[in-house]
Structure formats: C-alpha cells, structure tokens
C-alpha cells in the first residue's frame, strides 16, 4: 500500500498545449463570459498603444507650432487645443474604464464558474470512488485538489487568459504602429526584445522550480497538521508534542527556503525587465535625438516622444505574456492532480447488462474466495463459509488476521481477487451495486455523523421517516433519551455527544433504514461498561430477524450470536456456538479467559 504523506514531485517542463486545450473546454462552456473577456480585453489593449500616438499628435499638431508664434496668440490657440486633445484623451479614457470593468467582471465569473465545475467533478467522482482508492490518498492531499489546486487551475482560465490576450493585442497593436510610423526607431526597440525573452524564460523557470518544491511542501504541510491535530490525543498521552512539534517545524523550514528562492528570483524580474526596457529607450533617444538634429529623417519631436513610450510601455505586455507561460506552467502539475482525481476509475463497478437484486433474504455464501490488498501478502486463501438468512454470525480473533476484510468483501467495499461471494445463490458481481447496498446496514467502530441536528443524521438513510418512526426505533434501541431533543445540534462529527450517544444513534440509523443484512465492525470496543450494556440492547433490537455479521473485540457482546468463528491468518480455526466453544477449551477459550470474563471463571 502506498504511503498516503509522501507527496508525488512534479518536475521538469510538461507539453503545455494539452493541458490548456483541457483546461479552456471548461470556460468554453461559458461563452458569454470568455467571449466579453476576450473582446474587451482587446479593446483595452488597443485603446492603450494609442496613448504614444496621441501624444504625438499633441506635441506634433499643437506645441510645437504654437512654440514658433507670438506669446499673445499661443495662450488662447493653447487652450483651445488643450480642450480639444483633453477631451480626446479623456474619451479613451472613459471607454476603457467600462473595458476594465467589463473584463473584470467576465474574469471574475469564468473563475467562479470553473471553480465550482472543478470542485463538483471531483467531489462527485469521491462519492463514486472504491475504498481502494482512499487507502492510498491521505485527506491532506484531497483537501489540497479541493481546494489550492482547484484556485491555480482556475486563474489561468481567467486572469491568465486575460493577461495573455491583453499582452498579444497590445505587442501586436503597438509593433504595426511602430513600424507604421517609422521602421527605423521600431528596430532599435523590437531588437531588444529576444533579450527580454531570453531572461524572462529563464528566470520564470527557476521560480517555477522553487514555487513547485514550495507547493509540495506545502501539501506535506497539509497532511502533517491534518494527521497530528486529528492524533491530538495521541500526541499528548505519549509525550509526543516535542517530536511532532519538530517535525513540523523542519518542514515549515523547508518551505520558508523555497519559498524564499522563489520569491528572490520574483524580485530580481521586474528590475531586469526595466533595465531591459531602459536601454530600449535609451536607443530609441539616441538614435531618434539624432536624426531630429539631423532634419533630415523625418523625425519630430512627437515621434521621438510617442517612440520613447513605445519603448518604456511595449515591455509590460511581454511581462504579461511570460507570467502567463510561467503560471501555466507551474499550474501543470496542480492541474495534473485535478484531472487524475476527475479522472480517476472504481475499482469495483457494475458490470453491463447486470440486473437489481430484489428483496434479500440474507443469505450469504463465500465460496473459495481469495483476497489480498498486496499481490504478494495474500488475506484470504480458498475461504469457505454459508451464513444462512437470519443468522447471527460472529467473528473473533486476533487483530489483523482477516475479520475486517471478510465484512468489506461482504459490504462490497472489495471484491474477491479469486472465487466468489454469493448472496441469495448469486454472485454479487452480477447484481447492481446499488440494489445490495440500499439493503445493506454497517454500524463502525468509531460511529460517524455529520454537522446538522439529530433528526438529520437518523433520517441519513431514510429521508422520509417521520418523527413518530424515529421515535419508535429510538426506543427499540433504547435511545429514548433522544426523543425530545431531534432538533438538537451534534456538532462537527458529533462533538457535543459521547461516543456511547453517538453509537445508538449510529444503530438506530441503521434501523431506521430496515436492512436486511447488517454488518457491526467492533461497536462496543470503544465505549465504557456502562455504555456497552445499554449499546447491547441496541444491538439486540438491530439484528432481530436479521442476517448479522458481528465482528467482536469484547466477547462478552456475541455470547447470544448463533455461530462464533474463530478467524486465524484468514481460515476458520474454530466454529460454534458460545458455551459449545467455551467447552472445548480451545483458542476462543483461551481469548475469553484472557479478558478475564465471569463465565470463564466459573
């Protein structure tokens, strides 16, 4: 089995084209949006490489031609056309304002949109997935797909795709007006572009390279916080808090050391960039400043001005481009997790063409049924047993030894890896998975219940019980107390109520879904004496003329069961009733008079 807190490293470049064509099919299926990003994205774009030239027109059309008249008549001529270009500018202005606030508003719901899509696929694909799947992922790194994963993987749909249309409008809107104006000016800052490039490519890389080492810290950070505040209990009865405290310490280090890489190379950017950028203008001065003096090359002084923008401006588009590829470079590996999940198979299915079971009986019948959850460590071998409908069955032995696994296969949490199960004569493969779970009952260890009152969790599953039907079961189970407080909260996982409170609420749940055969892994084995003497009651009630496979840490709780089998290293090593095992003084003999029972003391 895999080890759920090592994180999978994802390192090197991965063909970014298909995981964009994925990733956009999603904001595809919200074409108004993508489609008011994209347009008024490019509007902006372009409204913003016209600024140079109507600076030009400025300078061209009115300073300079006023600079050569008389002061008396500049001052009104000036403001005239101060009014007229002011009024232009501001025009432009104005109109992409309403451009910003429409991309924004269309980028804010693609991201909206692809998140709650991603967040629902994967959920819904954890509703479907086998046990098998959970015994390999830790809840840390579900929690990270669910969530960080899910948000990187939206922004490039969104304000990557936004930053990556405005950057390609605008180098592409500002090139053909450079050149347009003049070819010569437009060489001297397009030259220094691959310069740009070349930087940018490699310096993106190394802070992709620190900020994928920082995020799987991060997700290691996750599980480990998640693993030792859910073992809280476990740390502090045995003195741990120190090593844990360590342990968490050395990882939070390691991330504050990749993390600070990342973010030094992040700072280095934008100055190199702007240095980039200054000498693009610097020769965009020099050489425009000379052919202006030299009047001979059709330069003025507004084409120097609107050229010496181009030069400073053209630079943050590039940069907007590049952040794109870098974060959707680094999205890759967070997109990977997301796809494997959304994409990820049962391993137990229902076959094609396989009907519902009818009304079961609770016959049960494993017929040389092997298993293993490792190829090479093998739980059950050739296993045989018959359990009759209605019967209470009860298994006991030591831990690890195949009680747990024989009551999954039976529940269809697995399947056999060889033989077959059979319910009613019929191999549970060829009936719906659905029709024998609805008439299926499991009660936990550690019973489970979810946030909201105790009505809510009784009605679990059976949403139309009424209140008088989960009252009479309540009483069946004797969990009477609970009658009069249905509207009660129980907390997350059901903190306000004891372990005990929780497990008759656990039964008569159960109960309340009349299954025909009930499956009890251990229900007694974490509640005191007083609680499990009333918890058997329950227990009682529960398998009353019902199919019942009981698995048992306190003996005491399966002395009425109809058969008790003895499991060993996936065998039955003994078989019987509970006074004909006592009496052959064997290994379940030894098991009782182990945990000191009266009735082997007598």
């Given at each position: 089995?895999?080890?759920?807190?090592?994180?999978?490293?994802?390192?090197?470049?991965?063909?970014?084209?298909?995981?964009?064509?994925r990733?956009?099919?999603?904001?595809?299926?919200?074409?108004?949006?993508?489609?008011?990003?994209?347009?008024?994205?490019t509007?902006?774009?372009?409204?913003?490489?016209a600024?140079?030239?109507?600076?030009?027109?400025y300078?061209?059309?009115?300073?300079?031609?006023l600079?050569?008249?008389?002061?008396a008549?500049r001052?009104?001529?000036?403001?005239?056309?101060?009014?007229?270009?002011?009024?232009?500018?501001?025009?432009?202005?104005?109109?992409?304002?309403?451009?910003?606030?429409?991309?924004?508003?269309?980028?804010?719901?693609l991201?909206?949109?692809?998140?709650?899509?991603?967040?629902?696929?994967?959920?819904?694909?954890?509703?479907?997935?086998?046990?098998?799947?959970?015994?390999?992922?830790?809840?840390?790194?579900?929690?990270?797909?669910?969530?960080?994963?899910?948000?990187?993987?939206a922004?490039?749909?969104?304000?990557?795709?936004?930053?990556?249309?405005?950057?390609?409008?605008?180098?592409?809107?500002?090139?053909?007006?450079?050149?347009?104006?003049?070819?010569?000016?437009?060489?001297?800052?397009?030259?220094?572009?691959?310069?740009?490039l070349?930087?940018?490519?490699r310096?993106?890389?190394?802070?992709?390279?620190?900020?994928?080492q920082?995020?799987?810290?991060?997700?290691?950070?996750?599980?480990?916080?998640?693993?030792?505040?859910?073992?809280?209990?476990?740390?502090?009865?045995?003195?741990?808090?120190?090593?844990?405290?360590?342990?968490?310490?050395?990882?939070?280090?390691?991330?504050?050391?990749?993390?600070y890489?990342?973010?030094?190379?992040?700072?280095?950017?934008?100055?190199?960039?702007?240095?980039?950028?200054?000498?693009?203008?610097?020769?965009?001065?020099?050489?425009?400043?000379?052919?202006?003096?030299?009047?001979?090359?059709?330069?003025?002084?507004?084409?120097?001005?609107?050229?010496?923008?181009?030069?400073r401006?053209?630079?943050?588009?590039?940069?907007?481009?590049?952040?794109?590829?870098?974060?959707?470079?680094?999205?890759?590996?967070?997109?990977?997790?997301?796809?494997?999940?959304?994409?990820?198979?049962?391993?137990?299915?229902?076959?094609?063409?396989?009907?519902?079971?009818?009304?079961?009986?609770?016959?049960?019948?494993?017929?040389?049924?092997?298993?293993?959850?490792?190829?090479?460590?093998?739980?059950?071998r050739?296993?045989?047993?018959?359990?009759?409908?209605?019967?209470?069955?009860?298994l006991?032995?030591?831990?690890?030894?195949?009680?747990s696994?024989l009551?999954?296969?039976?529940?269809?949490?697995?399947?056999?890896?060889?033989?077959?199960?059979?319910?009613?004569?019929?191999?549970?493969?060829?009936?719906?998975?659905?029709?024998?779970?609805?008439?299926?009952?499991?009660?936990?260890?550690?019973?489970?219940?979810?946030?909201?009152?105790l009505?809510?969790?009784?009605?679990?599953?059976?949403?139309?019980?009424?209140?008088?039907?989960?009252?009479?079961?309540?009483?069946?189970?004797?969990?009477?107390?609970?009658?009069?407080?249905?509207?009660?909260?129980?907390?997350?996982?059901?903190g306000?109520?004891?372990?005990?409170?929780?497990?008759?609420?656990?039964?008569?749940?159960?109960?309340?879904?009349?299954?025909?055969?009930?499956?009890?892994?251990?229900?007694?084995?974490?509640?005191?004496?007083?609680?499990?003497?009333?918890?058997?009651?329950?227990?009682?009630?529960?398998?009353?003329?019902?199919?019942?496979i009981?698995?048992?840490?306190?003996?005491?709780?399966?002395?009425?069961?109809?058969?008790?089998?003895?499991i060993?290293?996936?065998?039955?090593?003994?078989?019987?009733?509970?006074?004909?095992?006592?009496?052959?003084?064997?290994?379940?003999?030894?098991?009782?008079?182990r945990?000191g029972?009266?009735?082997?003391?007598?």
């Amino acid at each position: 089995m895999e080890n759920q807190l090592e994180e999978q490293e994802f390192t090197g470049q991965k063909p970014l084209w298909p995981f964009l064509k994925r990733i956009f099919a999603y904001s595809r299926q919200y074409p108004r949006y993508l489609w008011l990003l994209v347009i008024s994205a490019t509007g902006v774009a372009l409204l913003d490489s016209a600024y140079p030239i109507l600076w030009a027109a400025y300078i061209d059309g009115l300073v300079a031609p006023l600079a050569q008249q008389p002061p008396a008549q500049r001052a009104a001529q000036m403001a005239a056309g101060f009014w007229r270009y002011g009024g232009l500018y501001l025009g432009v202005i104005l109109v992409q304002v309403v451009g910003i606030w429409a991309f924004i508003v269309a980028a804010g719901r693609l991201m909206e949109h692809v998140i709650y899509d991603l967040r629902k696929l994967m959920f819904d694909n954890l509703q479907r997935l086998s046990f098998s799947f959970y015994d390999r992922s830790a809840v840390g790194w579900l929690l990270a797909r669910l969530s960080s994963d899910t948000d990187r993987v939206a922004e490039v749909i969104s304000w990557g795709l936004l930053e990556l249309v405005w950057g390609i409008s605008m180098i592409a809107a500002s090139m053909l007006a450079m050149f347009w104006i003049d070819w010569r000016l437009a060489l001297a800052v397009v030259l220094t572009i691959p310069v740009l490039l070349l930087l940018s490519v490699r310096l993106r890389m190394l802070i992709l390279k620190y900020s994928r080492q920082a995020r799987k810290m991060n997700s290691e950070m996750t599980a480990n916080f998640n693993e030792n505040i859910n073992g809280l209990e476990v740390n502090k009865t045995t003195g741990q808090e120190e090593r844990a405290t360590a342990q968490f310490r050395q990882m939070s280090d390691r991330m504050r050391q990749f993390s600070y890489k990342s973010f030094f190379y992040s700072a280095m950017y934008l100055p190199l960039v702007v240095m980039t950028g200054s000498v693009a203008a610097a020769a965009v001065i020099y050489l425009g400043g000379n052919l202006a003096l030299a009047q001979t090359g059709g330069i003025s002084v507004g084409i120097l001005a609107a050229f010496f923008g181009y030069a400073r401006h053209i630079f943050e588009p590039i940069l907007d481009i590049t952040r794109f590829y870098a974060t959707a470079q680094s999205s890759i590996s967070a997109g990977e997790r997301i796809f494997s999940l959304i994409d990820e198979q049962p391993a137990i299915t229902d076959r094609p063409g396989v009907t519902d079971y009818g009304p079961l009986r609770g016959e049960i019948e494993f017929r040389q049924v092997d298993f293993h959850y490792v190829a090479d460590k093998p739980i059950l071998r050739g296993f045989n047993l018959r359990i009759r409908a209605g019967e209470q069955v009860a298994l006991v032995g030591p831990t690890g030894e195949g009680k747990s696994t024989l009551a999954s296969l039976v529940c269809r949490f697995y399947e056999p890896t060889g033989g077959s199960l059979l319910i009613e004569g019929t191999d549970y493969r060829e009936r719906t998975l659905h029709s024998l779970r609805r008439q299926l009952g499991v009660i936990l260890q550690t019973p489970h219940l979810f946030a909201g009152t105790l009505r809510d969790n009784l009605r679990y599953g059976h949403a139309q019980a009424t209140d008088q039907e989960i009252a009479q079961v309540l009483q069946l189970v004797g969990g009477e107390d609970f009658i009069p407080r249905l509207d009660e909260q129980v907390g997350e996982e059901g903190g306000n109520l004891s372990v005990g409170e929780k497990q008759l609420i656990s039964f008569a749940r159960t109960m309340l879904k009349d299954p025909k055969i009930v499956v009890m892994d251990e229900a007694t084995s974490s509640v005191d004496t007083l609680a499990e003497a009333r918890i058997q009651r329950g227990m009682a009630q529960l398998v009353r003329g019902r199919t019942a496979i009981i698995i048992a840490h306190r003996l005491s709780t399966i002395r009425n069961a109809d058969r008790i089998l003895v499991i060993r290293q996936g065998q039955i090593l003994e078989e019987g009733t509970h006074q004909a095992l006592l009496e052959r003084q064997g290994a379940y003999y030894a098991l009782y008079t182990r945990q000191g029972s009266p009735q082997a003391d007598t």
